[in-house]
């Protein structure tokens, strides 16, 4: 059976002219693809297919990772709640063969310390995100949020096993990357009103144990405890203010995962075959035998009986093994602190600005109307009217009229317009002081937010994504002129804008965290400078990769009071 599952895939000639190339394996909907995952990445790690990864991958995976340090490392230098409380957890499970919480060289119960890592990444909402979208891939465009917060299971593994470069975890992060994000791209866990993470933790207790040693029966049982146990509903995230739950969902979820696989190993046996299980959520929402699926009108009664039976799951599963057509190649990067759905809106107000300098002549006052014109999710997700009074950071962040007003009230008070898109991205750059505790209530930006209006662009934008981020933004001024930005599909910072200067910009970013951090610009660029070339990193390099002297941060006050 296993050996069915690991079907090849080479996508058509015409793919393969328009497209990044790859080579892939397929896991067909009629096989056991918990099993097949676990295979794929214990074959995937450990070499079996040749070293055919294109360098830009390597590179790509690394940008990511130095990104996601950079933000967590400065959520706790900033004192935010649920990074500290985690961090400090983790302190209390001394484990000598475990691994370390960032800025410690004290050994910890690995997944008390992947939940306080991947915490801090995923704090500022501001790590990189996958839209869950293939064009080159028949099926993969279900179009699932995702975000790269799960890099802490793989150094922590390699913490635990001491026999992991610095290659050999970036092959790891891109596994895991390419799990989570090509189940992004088939099941789309927000219909059904769960939580993304769940893609996320299903990679991660393949690529932990596929890292040590576990079989791929035992990775099959940690997936299956995953599934039956560890369902995260968007409960999390409902309201007007979000809660600590909300930032660290994928952490507990993670957590949960790595518990599930170390028990698989110790031999524990969970729930086998999950995708194909009929109660499990893939067929539950997606049903594949007596009723038809739907988004829709999903019948969860148990009147139809046949929906119960053996069956298929409701997709095929291709993960790529070679070239350059991995799912991490399609994720994207946020220039700084934001919901990724305001990315277009963001850009759209940059251009405004940049082509049309005299906008900032009038300052607040000057400005009658903003009206942003966006697609579903993000018109009814950051564009509801009821996130005009954001209360929290949480709330504030997955809010676009305060996002849109954060951004735009600094060119107002600087009174000129930096002089091309790329310099506008870094001098504008939303840092985590733009949501703190004196940001929520600044009068400039609340009266910003007040004059923000949303349309939703109906089904000529709706159909544009998870392609691109399809928005525009019309900015009236009381002098009766309008500028408007035009459509924006792939903004700064978009797996397929080709325009920003994206190393620069990410440059920048870095040391904007970074100063938050440590006491002197060279601490920050010898720290990222290690993140940044950790493909040429030891095994013993690696294992150390997190330590710093924590006692030497920055001091600062909570940024939330």
């Known amino acids: ?23 892939a394996v397929t896991l067909p909907a009629d096989s056991n693809q918990a099993l097949g995952i676990g295979q794929y990445a214990k074959d995937f790690i450990d070499g079996k297919y040749g070293d055919q990864v294109d360098a830009s991958v390597y590179e790509r995976v690394e940008m990511f990772h130095t990104d996601s340090v950079m933000c967590g490392i400065s959520a706790l230098a900033l004192k935010t709640n649920a990074p500290t409380v985690l961090r400090e957890e983790a302190l209390t499970y001394a484990d000598a063969k475990g691994a370390t919480v960032f800025g410690s060289s004290v050994k910890c119960a690995p997944e008390k310390v ?80 769960i939580d993304h993470v769940v893609h996320g933790a299903i990679a991660s207790a393949a690529v932990y144990g596929a890292l040590l040693g576990a079989s791929a029966e035992e990775i099959e049982h940690a997936i299956g405890m995953v599934v039956a146990h560890y369902i995260p509903f968007r409960a999390i995230r409902a309201g007007k203010q979000l809660s600590d739950s909300k930032g660290s969902s994928a952490a507990i979820s993670t957590e949960a995962a790595v518990l599930s696989m170390r028990r698989a190993m110790r031999g524990f046996v969970g729930p086998k075959d999950i995708f194909r299980n009929p109660e499990a959520i893939f067929r539950f929402f997606e049903p594949t035998t007596g009723t038809s699926s739907s988004k829709d009108n999903i019948d969860i009664t148990l009147g139809n009986k046949i929906r119960w039976g053996v069956g298929p799951s409701p997709f095929n599963l291709v993960l790529s093994t070679g070239g350059s057509d991995f799912a991490v190649m399609g994720m994207h990067f946020k220039l700084g602190l934001y919901e990724h759905q305001s990315a277009g809106a963001l850009e759209g107000a940059i251009a405004a600005m940049v082509n049309n300098p005299e906008l900032v002549a009038g300052g607040v006052d000057g400005i009658a109307n903003i009206n942003v014109v966006a697609y579903e999710p993000a018109f009814g997700i950051i564009g509801d009217p009821a996130k005009k009074d954001p209360k929290t950071r949480q709330s504030a962040d997955h809010s676009m009229a305060f996002i849109l007003s954060r951004i735009l009230q600094k060119v107002l008070k600087a009174g000129k317009v930096p002089g091309t898109m790329d310099a506008a991205w870094m001098e504008l750059m939303l840092s985590p002081y733009d949501y703190g505790k004196d940001a929520l209530y600044e009068a400039d930006t609340r009266a910003l937010m007040q004059k923000i209006t949303f349309t939703h662009g109906g089904p000529e934008y709706d159909a544009k994504y998870p392609d691109g981020i399809p928005t525009s933004i019309d900015i009236t001024l009381k002098s009766g002129k309008v500028i408007s930005s035009g459509m924006v599909m792939y903004p700064s910072g978009h797996a397929r804008n ?42 013993s390099e690696v294992s150390t990769l997190y330590e710093f002297d924590y006692s030497k941060v920055k001091a600062h006050d909570c940024i939330d009071g």
Not at 149 to 169: E, L, R
Not at 181 to 192: C, H, M, P, Q, T
Not at 509 to 537: C, E, W
Request: charged letters at 25%; one cysteine or more.
């Open 114 to 193: 992947i939940a306080a890592n991947s915490a801090a990444v995923r704090e500022w909402d501001s790590n990189g995100t996958v839209f869950g979208y293939n064009p080159n891939i028949p099926g993969h465009d279900a179009g699932e949020f995702g975000h790269n917060d799960f890099y802490p299971v793989i150094m922590a593994a390699a913490q635990v096993t001491g026999k992991v470069d610095g290659k050999k975890a970036l092959l790891a992060m891109i596994c895991s990357d390419e799990i989570r994000g090509r189940l992004a791209e088939v099941f789309s866990l927000k219909s059904y009103k």
């Open 498 to 539: 080709t325009t920003a200067d994206l190393k620069a910009i990410l440059a920048h970013k870095n040391r904007m965290l970074g100063d938050i951090v440590f006491p002197d610009r060279a601490t920050v660029d010898a720290y990222v400078g290690r993140l940044a070339s950790m493909k040429d990193a030891s095994a």
């Open 1 to 23: 059976m296993l050996s069915r599952a690991l079907c090849s895939f080479r996508p058509s000639a015409t793919l393969r002219k328009a497209a990044r190339s790859f080579s």
